[in-house]
């Protein structure tokens, strides 16, 4: 299942890191999925939603029983406010493409200072021929809410990302090469996977995985 991806990517980074106890700081929470992927319960656990689609409620309901596991709405960059090297791990899954462009520097540098060790982030591929094949599979079978004009569809192949349109929160225009870069300035960079074929470049995938240091 391409959407659980992520959540295996990230179980399989933490047990080959033999990481088996923590707290954890989580961006982007929607209805706390991922701690059911992590190989232990944490000691704590912080996440932050801005409850699209009525997600943060359902995470209460299914969490709420234990204390040590607390979510938080996040509708801007002021409200992602973790306490100072207060998490041993960071996780992002699929979020930072739907971040105000202008804020991302401020959610990431809250993420710098929140985590002590280790950040786990995966965002999507939205360029090259996958990404391209990927969006005329929803434009003949699904539905299309982020429309390609033939040009941009030519720039997507081709990965000319910065000759198409970006879409405010969406995925269209978003490009995980320019969000390394940014990323860079605040983490130093463990190791980039491509989602599912790890064994390909991470343009021929549908999504991108980052582990991440925070630079001190």
Known sequence: NYHEARFH?????????????????????FDGRSISFLPFLPEYYLGY????????????????QYTAIRF????????FDPPYKSFD???????????????LPLYLK?????????IFV???VETGPLAVLKYLYKRFFLAVDEPYTPAELWHLWWGQTHKIARVPFGHK????RVLQKTLQQYFHIETVHGLPF????PAFNLSCGFVLAPLN
């Open 173 to 176: 225009g978003f490009d995980y």
């Open 72 to 79: 938080s709405s996040c509708q801007s960059a002021v409200d």
């Open 198 to 201: 790890k064994a390909l470049p």
């Open 9 to 29: 990517w990230l179980q399989q980074q933490l047990q080959k890191r033999q990481i088996s106890a923590g707290s954890i700081l989580e961006l982007g929470c």
């Open 89 to 103: 791990f960071g996780i992002c899954l699929e979020t930072l493409e739907h971040l105000p462009e202008a804020e």
């Open 122 to 124: 995966t965002v999507p």
């Open 110 to 118: 809250a993420l710098q200072q929140a985590v002590r060790q280790k």
């Open 49 to 64: 939603d801005a409850n699209w689609e009525n997600g943060l409620d359902h995470a209460k309901q299914l969490w709420g």
